[in-house]
């Protein structure tokens, strides 16, 4: 059990730039999730897949948000034209198929756009 | 929809004190619930579990958590507090294997 490894661990953007994330979950889990944390709040969901589909996507997501697991390993999360509220630090977990698994996230990718 | 809540922002307390971190939920059906721990500049980690059963629930280093379900609460105990049990604290509730809902947080400061 290597852990969730996300890369990179600080990017910083300016606005209107697109950005890319890559989450790569513990091997033997088929679950991986996407959050968002921002100071002072807890994680907000954002999507979810279970091997390569994506199951549900929050509806407060933006339409400049997209996800992929196309061979259901990693993970990519791309922000296109990002804005100042985009900020924040964006984390990625993966559990078992267990409907009792607890997740497993990793260090997290933050994000800064100027 | 299902939700948590987190009263208390901060909680102190005296190494060697028990501790309490308050955790009340709502959720349809049959709630899975969690807690979690983040230390600084580390992601969060699992400490806990109540999936159904026994409503005492032990788990990582010495922290328990009472179910209670007529109060929809799930509190995070530990008889005797370190200092190195200082951080942030996170109640999460997952209806089924989907998506979790969590808290914005407690931060635990225990002094020496």
């Known amino acids: 059990d290597t852990g969730v490894s996300q890369d990179p661990r600080h990017k910083i953007t300016k606005r209107g730039q697109n950005v890319t994330f890559r989450c790569d979950p513990i091997?033997?889990?088929?679950?991986l999730y996407w959050y968002r944390q921002t100071l002072g709040q807890g994680p907000e969901f954002l999507t979810y897949?279970?091997?390569?589909?994506?199951?549900?996507k929050s509806r407060l997501l933006s339409d400049r948000f997209s996800a992929e697991r196309p061979k259901g390993s990693f993970s990519t999360l791309e922000i296109q034209r990002t804005e100042q509220g985009d900020s924040a630090m964006y984390l990625c977990?993966?559990?078992?198929?267990?409907?009792?698994?607890?997740?497993?996230f990793g260090n997290g990718t933050r994000l800064t756009v100027t | 929809a299902q939700s948590v809540a987190q009263p208390e922002d901060q909680v102190n307390v005296a190494e060697g004190n028990p501790l309490t971190v308050k955790c009340t939920y709502s959720?349809?059906?049959?709630?899975?619930l969690f807690w979690y721990v983040q230390y600084p500049n580390r992601g969060l980690q699992f400490l806990l579990k109540?999936?159904?059963?026994?409503?005492l629930v032990k788990g990582s280093y010495g922290f328990e958590a009472e179910f209670n379900k007529s109060q929809t609460s799930f509190h995070l105990k530990k008889p005797s507090a370190l200092v190195s049990d200082s951080a942030l604290y996170f109640c999460?509730?997952?209806?089924?294997?989907?998506?979790?809902?969590f808290g914005d947080g407690t931060t635990l400061t225990v002094k020496p």
């Open positions: 977990a993966s559990s078992s198929r267990d409907l009792n698994s607890p997740l497993h």
């Open positions: 091997s033997e889990h088929n679950r």
């Open positions: 897949f279970q091997n390569e589909a994506q199951l549900e």
């Open positions: 959720v349809s059906g049959n709630p899975y």
């Open positions: 109540y999936i159904t059963g026994d409503n």
């Open positions: 999460a509730v997952s209806p089924n294997a989907g998506k979790s809902t």
